[in-house]
């Protein structure tokens, strides 16, 4: 049926009809009076989102090219950084940061396990010399459900006391706290598919003193990307270069609905999602890739039992019309990913639970007691 898709995956995510409606217009100057006023109110209310007082600068890119910016900015070729890596993105760190000279030393994990702190922390306490320029790390690990501890992580980055510390906060802002002034983080990158509650389009980073201390004697060549350059446009409330006139008319709106939810209750409702599909999951007799106590509040990684990721995955998307996520790389066929970040309800989670649960009805999967998920979800929403 047309316009009945539901996305359950962790972005693209879904779009409200009125930040939809937002963007349905005409496009304005950018250097008009006008979207000079967009530009101010955008600015204020993305460090509201942060918890900051930091500049919060407006990239047109992706989550990636946010990350990317974050590296050049501040770093040099040749700089030691220590990399958390446990997925897919941790990985991209890796590999950025490669790409422009950095000396590289990761600190691993099991795709589906958390980093642990103390491995950055033996790392730093064993630089007495301070050679480690930045710690680096992918907040919500999107490619396994997994929330890495950046706050313990980043405890042991402050007793260094020169390092910086960067977060991919891709799919993490909006579904956690995130305090980048409480935790002191140096640089937080993300995206506007996420959380944001918009199209893809915008990078975001999010810049601390210490960082633009840092920005002064980094080396890297940069232009587009130039940091520099979107701070002093965004201090005059301009942009550098022609920005996405109409994701930012919808992002206005977009960041009025979350200042009218308040923090507290978006972080909330991103809990009670989680809880509720990883109930739904344990009562269908399914896996979950991630453990209770390092959680992403973005999506929810589940392993099938007796029937396969991608049959489950193409049921859904065929019969109901729902999008899931699948594995990425070897977790390709062995885990599908449920998305429940930025516009979706507990009734949206209901529906796609229930439609999981008809799914592995129909595959003939042997562990799903039916109704079971739902019963688990229902305990945990009706509380
Ligand atoms: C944690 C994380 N980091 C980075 C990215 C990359 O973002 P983009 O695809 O917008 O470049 C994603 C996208 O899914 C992500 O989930």
Redesign the pocket.
């Known amino acids: 049926m047309q316009d009945k898709h539901m996305l359950m995956i962790?972005?693209p995510t879904p779009v409200p009809e009125s930040v939809l409606l937002a963007m349905a217009k005409h496009p304005i100057g950018h250097r008009s009076g006008d979207f000079s006023q967009i530009i101010g109110e955008i600015t204020e209310n993305l460090k509201w989102l942060h918890q900051t007082q930091n500049d919060v600068l407006m990239l047109t890119?992706?989550?990636?090219?946010?990350?990317e910016a974050g590296i050049i900015n501040f770093l040099s070729a040749g700089d030691r950084v220590l990399v958390g890596n446990n997925g897919?993105?941790g990985e991209?760190w890796g590999k950025i940061a490669r790409a422009f000279g950095l000396e590289v030393e990761e600190i691993t994990a099991e795709w589906g396990k958390a980093l642990d702190p103390e491995a950055f922390k033996a790392k730093l306490e064993a630089d007495t010399e301070k050679t480690i320029k930045a710690v680096i790390i992918?907040?919500?690990?999107?490619?396994t459900g997994v929330l890495n501890d950046l706050q313990t992580i980043n405890t042991h980055v402050k007793a260094h006391g020169e390092a910086l510390i960067m977060v991919?906060a891709?799919?993490s802002l909006g579904a956690v706290s995130v305090p980048v002034d409480e935790w002191g983080l140096d640089m937080v990158?993300s995206?506007s598919?996420?959380g944001y509650m918009i199209p893809?389009g915008l990078?975001f980073v999010a810049v601390s003193p210490k960082a633009w201390k840092a920005y002064e004697t980094a080396t890297l060549p940069k232009f587009y990307l130039d940091l520099g350059t979107y701070k002093k446009a965004t201090d005059k409330n301009s942009s550098p270069f022609t920005p996405p006139i109409n994701l930012m008319f919808g992002l206005k709106v977009a960041l009025e609905m979350m200042k009218a939810e308040g923090l507290e209750a978006m972080f909330t409702r991103h809990q009670r999602l989680t809880q509720a599909t990883r109930a739904a999951a344990r009562g269908l007799g399914l896996g979950l890739f991630a453990p209770d106590d390092a959680a992403s509040h973005a999506v929810t990684a589940v392993m099938p039992s007796t029937v396969e990721a991608e049959a489950i995955r193409s049921t859904m998307r065929k019969q109901f019309d729902i999008a899931l996520a699948g594995g990425q790389d070897h977790l390709k066929g062995k885990i599908f990913r449920i998305g429940h970040l930025g516009f979706v309800s507990e009734r949206d989670v209901l529906t796609a639970i229930a439609a999981l649960e008809a799914t592995l009805e129909r595959l003939g999967d042997q562990g799903a007691k039916s109704g079971a998920g739902m019963a688990a979800a229902a305990q945990v929403l009706g509380n």
């Open positions: 962790p972005g890119a992706s989550g990636t090219g946010a990350m897919k993105f991209r992918t907040h919500s690990e999107t490619s991919d891709v799919t990158a995206g598919q996420k893809p990078g």
